[in-house]
């Protein structure tokens, strides 16, 4: 079983409670993963798990390596007890998220820089009246604010913002009215400015491109390449069901107590994504099969997912026209690629064909 999102201790204790196979993605946040990311920056060379040719001719291949590394983590079991077991990890390094990774910092860098500047410009601008209230402001920039509880807040991630205060002068206006005299000085006030320093922080191309997965799977049943695969096999059959699902015309929000309605609703949905990705299944299969293909989202494909099938039928309605008192029905909006589609999934033509017409026999009341 590979799941993305599914690292908790009461996984990780029900999976190894029930002799269940796991394969999921450690958290950053999770201490295990950073300890894990720092081993393998610190090896010269992982083994090779996995290569694939580049998306592009002009692409670079794409390699995974990695090995499995044993430590020991909490898990929780059924009856609620914790206790410290022994659990694999798996240490991957891949090329491809190395440089997607290395892009998008380059990226959130250039636009957090921007940023910068707006908020050096605006702090340096600020003039405070004595040295007591240039230092709030500068707890309150840090995040050092009295009644502040919990992890200080980090507003920039790619750059390290430094802030101390100086003492300075600046020009007033005169206290009386009128013309002042030549010789007269011009009216000033002392008081503190906040001057910033800012350095950007430089992101090492050896901490890109690294995840750590958990399995409650021993490497004798299953090597590191098979775990990887496991898990990048889970991508392409249980993540799109959930991320059709975060649509909200999927399902509108709605407020369950009692745990029978919530668990009830889940079934639903478990049931609903089945039936979804089987649909998805053999319309794909049917298609390899014949060597056909649909119009899809850019032109014709022979990998429509579900929700491009789903909106194929979108057209079609069926119309009811009455006239002296009969009642005809037409079909509409029926293709090829819709009978098609019925043959891939075992569907009869009959659901898309027009009743016959019939009249209308006058209306009888029963008492």
Not at 30 to 49: D, H, K, T
Not at 153 to 180: D, E, I, K, L, Q
Not at 212 to 234: M, S
Not at 268 to 277: F, I, S
Request: with cysteine; proline share 5%.
């Amino acid at each position: 079983m590979a799941d993305r999102k599914g690292y908790s201790r009461r996984t990780l204790g029900l999976c190894l409670e029930q002799g269940i196979g796991l394969v999921t993605l450690v958290p950053r946040t999770c201490a295990v993963r950073q300890a894990l990311e720092a081993w393998g920056q610190q090896q010269s060379a992982l083994p090779l798990l996995v290569e694939k040719p580049g998306r592009t001719k002009d692409e670079a291949p794409r390699r995974w390596h990695g090995h499995s590394v044993m430590r020991p983590v909490e898990v929780e079991y059924s009856d609620g007890r914790v206790a410290q077991e022994v659990v694999r990890f798996v240490v991957v390094h891949s090329s491809q998220l190395a440089q997607q990774q290395a892009q998008s910092s380059a990226v959130a860098q250039a636009q957090e820089a921007e940023a910068v500047a707006d908020h050096v410009k605006h702090v340096q601008a600020r003039w405070f009246a004595c040295l007591p209230d240039a230092e709030a402001a500068i707890a309150a920039h840090e995040g050092r604010g009295q009644g502040r509880r919990g992890r200080r807040p980090r507003p920039w991630r790619y750059h390290t913002v430094r802030y101390r205060s100086v003492s300075a002068t600046r020009h007033t206006r005169r206290a009386r009215r009128g013309r002042p005299a030549k010789t007269d000085p011009l009216p000033t006030e002392s008081g503190d400015r906040l001057e910033v320093e800012v350095e950007a922080l430089v992101n090492p191309a050896e901490e890109n491109g690294w995840t750590v997965l958990a399995t409650t799977v021993c490497a004798e049943a299953c090597g590191d390449a098979e775990i990887l695969h496991a898990y990048q096999e889970q991508n392409t059959t249980v993540e799109p069901g959930f991320r059709w699902i975060k649509n909200p015309a999927a399902i509108s929000p709605v407020w369950l107590e009692k745990p029978e309605r919530i668990a009830a609703l889940a079934l639903l949905t478990v049931v609903g994504l089945l039936v979804y990705t089987v649909i998805q299944r053999q319309v794909r299969l049917h298609l390899l099969t014949h060597e056909q293909q649909l119009l899809g989202n850019k032109g014709e494909t022979a990998t429509p997912t579900a929700a491009v099938v789903f909106t194929l039928f979108s057209p079609v309605a069926l119309v009811q026209i009455r006239k002296g008192g009969q009642t005809v029905y037409q079909m509409y909006g029926v293709q090829s690629y819709h009978l098609l589609i019925c043959d891939a999934l075992g569907l009869s033509y009959a659901w898309y064909e027009a009743p016959m017409a019939h009249k209308n026999s006058k209306r009888t009341h029963t008492p």
